[in-house]
């Protein structure tokens, strides 16, 4: 399935929000992204996709800078369900596309 075109109407439950402490499956702390399931189902329309990352930052030497390592990434949906509001982010296999 691709993804769904920008301005299409979608309904969706579970969005992707930005967590630190444990990556889950490594021994590493850092920043990750984790599914969360709302009370209820929310209607919103695509705005654009993005990649967003898993991984956590290591610290550089006396001449050399910090620099973030990568452990994995997601695609997902932009969707907003209020002009005035952030987006979401929705994996795609989250969202319903309503006709």
């Known amino acids: 399935m691709g993804l769904p075109e920008l301005g299409t109407k979608v309904r969706f439950n579970t969005w992707m929000t930005r967590q630190n402490g444990k990556i889950p499956k490594t021994s590493e702390s850092g920043r990750f992204w984790a ?5 209820k189902a ?3 329309m695509v705005t654009g996709w993005r990649v967003i990352q898993d991984g956590y930052t290591e610290g550089g030497g006396y001449d050399e800078p910090a ?10 949906l932009l969707v907003v369900t209020h002009p005035t509001q952030n987006p979401y982010r929705v994996r795609p296999e989250d969202v319903e596309v309503l006709s």
């Open 42 to 44: 929310m209607e919103g």
């Open 67 to 76: 620099y973030f390592v990568q452990l994995g990434t997601h695609r997902v």
């Open 35 to 39: 599914p969360t399931t709302g009370p």
